[in-house]
């Protein structure tokens, strides 16, 4: 009697789709993947951010087939790869060699190459939960206040509003520089940082918006009317006929929110109030080298490339994803 | 006295200074001083291009302003400094032979007379002594200046508690303006005379402190400036004044027409003029030292890229020095938290000294220690290492695991070590003795504070430090006078145990060190005596001793008669006596 959702969704693709009279039944996903298989750029976005997520996931195996650990320090005793007077390493583009690929770092004599690869899984772990966090509470509220308008959009949408003027940067600034006046928790922390990106712009408001945006106009879309007509129940018509349809925008969002958490979280710790040491981070080491930088660049150099090569790699796959997802995008 | 920007380093140069020094060339003047023509350290411990030479402007920089110029207000090693240029007390620091920094004779004609007791002490003053101002400095105002310390409503920040806990007076007198004037400082026409409620042997000491400088008697620094805004406009009576002072940027001393060279011994100011300019960004002002626009850096040290690049480069070498200074760097291992000794002795041989030295910037840094007495205080002792800490002082992991099966906890145990993120060292240093523990299973986390509460309720809370379980911390200490009692005091003494603010970081409660500090007051005291509390205080395994420091300056090589400071901040240059060439 009643339709699937996913007979819905043909049916929509169907409505708006260019090519579809030779398709027949593929759904708008299986189109996106088909554009976006073509946008060479995307691709090799999306490879990178691959590569990234398998090389934070497997750090610590990498690091034992690598053979150095960025806990060990070369800066006392007979490990000592450091000039006493300078704590710069000894040998040329700061201390590279056989088995330290990338160099070690001043003063602690730490490999650097073992800190980045760490970095990449703190620098994930943090920008995804925090966009994980986004979606959780944007998505709920943006459809609550779009499907049932009214007060509850009303309220929803100012709280929103209220979110998007507040200074984040300043306040998780403070917020996390009295936190560590109170806890040394390391937990704490992380849960601090995420709930800072997660929570306030760009986080949960922008995507909120941008879902309630959607919900408003999806609802008094036909096969929502028709649902309602028969006899659907709120939740079911949001879960079943709204929700499938949300799927595109929020994952073009969620690639385009993972690249600014990262930014996001590299930032705090350049500012000395993200992940403390001994966890590695790249906004530290960034910090760090600041100071270096007339002496050897090349700790500039790296942990940057890092960040620049990830954020541009989630970009390019969340500009091809919005393109490839956009049916009035012209392709 | 906690930081280093803080503390002021008292020093009379220890015996291996003179070591260092030898290699460089001296040639002898007319005043027998040791002086030097220059090269790596060479005004550590001689006057580099000895010089009478008249005029110029000596351009000084400094990362921040200073906590006061009011005499009485300011605890900062580095404005202790500048208080030279501007402010006699009774008593100064005067270089002897080029080489150390004693105390001699300033306003009064001697370093004091005392009774048998060490209770009454008395100093008879100069004449034809002035103020910028034209006014005759009596002893009226000498003692106006040290009745200012009680005054702690609105004189506060300095080292006033010296005073106030010295000096014999009724419970509630409140300094000068609400209690007038106080009877236990007795003045006649040219002599003042103190009477204290307990023996004081380091008295001069006191005397030769920036706080004890005179102030104009009730008129202090004119209408507007009195009490708490005279650091606004304080009046002179050293051999430069303040022309202009504009807070968190500027301070431009000029000489003092009214000092007369003829009633001072100490200082012999030979630039014209003295700019100190305040720039935050530290490494600014060493790229700009670098290139010759400032002549030195007034406050701190200078920063990991300069120096590097001084040890790289032969002409820069040339025009520094890293003068040893009296500070300790330590770690305070509490037992509050840390019940057991052998537990604690785990971490003692655990720790990699030489690793945590050079997370604060290597050999130009420090020396690694084996006890707490730094060298320039009586009882240093070299030799002395209760706990050694291995081959290359990275630490003696055999002993460590023997200490841990002792303890009960031969696997290792965990706990906190607090540290404050205002400097990046203590960073690194927290890092390297997190590694240095897990190589025989202590676990620590890290309790980091951004350093502005960390001295005063952070771990220098006694009762925070035990709710929060900080089982280490980073510490350090310089003496405010170079004397046994001017280090252990605060850091030692069971009575100087506070609820906030606590320099006594483990709340040390040991008999033999009261009763050494104590014993002192009446000046009988010796090196024996020290080294006995040293020993007393390493016994009870509270207080780990990592290095003895010093500190990296760069001088630009236009500067004459110039050598660093070791009685006062740190090694600083001791400013009030260079000049300029050009």
Known sequence: ?????????????????????????????????????????????????????????????????YGQSYLDQHNAGSSQLLDPLTSMPKGAFGGVSSTHWLGITPVLGQDVLSLLLFGARTSLLIAVSATILALVLGVTLGLAAGYYGGWIDMIISRAMDVLL?????????????????????DKLRYLVIIFVLGFFPPGFPYIGRIVRGQVLSLREKEFVEASRSLGASNLWIMRKEIAPNLVGPILVYTTLTIPT??????????????????????????????????????????????????????????????????????? | MKTKKKALAAIAVAASVTLVLSACGGSSSDDNSKTSAGGYNAAASAVVNPSTKTGGTLKLAATSDCDSWDPQRTYYG????????FTRSLVGYSKVNGTKFELAPDLATSLGTHSADFKTWTYKLKTGLKFSNGAPITPKDVKYGIERLFATDVINGGPGSYFTSTIDHPKDYAGPYKSGDLDSIATTADSITFHLSSAYSDWPYLMAMAASAPVPYKTEGGKGFVGATYTKHPVSSGPYMIKSYTPNKSVIFTKNPNWDASTDTIHKP?????????????????????????????????????????????????????????????????????????????????????????????????????????PGILGNDLSSDMYPSGKDNTGDLTKAKAALVKCGKPNGFSTKMAY?????????AFQAEQAALARVGIKITGAPNDGSTYYSTFVGSPSNVKNQGFGISIYGWGADFPTGYGFWQSIANSNSIVPTGNSNQPSLKDATVDGVLNASLTGKSTAADWQKLDKAVMENAVYLPIYFGRNLYYRNPRLTNITADNALAFGIYDFVNVGVTK
Do not use: H
């Open chain 2, 270 to 374: 030979l630039a014209d003029e003295v700019d100190l300019e305040i720039n935050t960004n530290s490494a600014d002002i060493d790229s700009k030292l670098e290139a010759g626009t400032y002549d030195a850096k007034a406050d701190v040290p200078v920063e990991a890229a300069l120096q590097a690049k001084i040890f790289t480069n032969p002409k820069l070498k040339a025009n520094a020095d890293d003068p040893v200074t009296a500070f300790t760097r330590f770690f305070t291992v509490y037992q509050s938290v840390i019940t057991n000794k052998d537990c604690r002795l785990a971490i003692f041989y655990a720790t990699n000294k030489a690793a945590i030295t050079q997370a604060y910037g290597g050999a130009a840094a420090g020396t690694v220690a084996g006890s707490m007495t730094p």
């Open chain 2, 420 to 428: 404050s993120t205002a400097s990046d060292a203590s960073k690194k």
């Open chain 1, 1 to 65: 009697m009643s339709l699937t959702g996913g007979e819905l969704e043909a049916a929509t693709a169907i409505d708006v789709g260019g090519d579809v009279a030779a398709i027949e039944g593929r759904s708008l996903l299986a189109i996106a993947w088909r554009r976006l298989k073509a946008d060479k750029l995307a691709m090799a976005g999306g490879v990178v951010v691959i590569l990234l997520v398998l090389i934070a996931a497997f750090a610590n195996v990498l690091q034992r087939i």
């Open chain 1, 165 to 185: 003027s507040f200074p984040v940067l300043l306040m998780s600034i403070s917020l996390l520089t009295v936190l560590s006046i109170y806890s040394s928790s």
């Open chain 2, 78 to 85: 580095w404005c202790w400094n500048m208080q030279r240029l």
């Open chain 1, 261 to 331: 958490n990262i930014l996001g979280e590299a930032g705090l710790s350049f500012l000395g109030v993200g992940v403390q040491p001994p966890t590695p981070s790249w906004g530290q080491m960034l910090s760090d080298a600041g100071k270096y930088f007339q002496i050897d660049p090349t700790y500039l150099v790296l942990p940057g490339l890092a960040i620049f090569i990830s954020v541009l790699a989630f970009n390019l796959l969340g500009d091809g994803l919005r393109d490839a997802l956009d049916p009035k995008s012209g392709r």
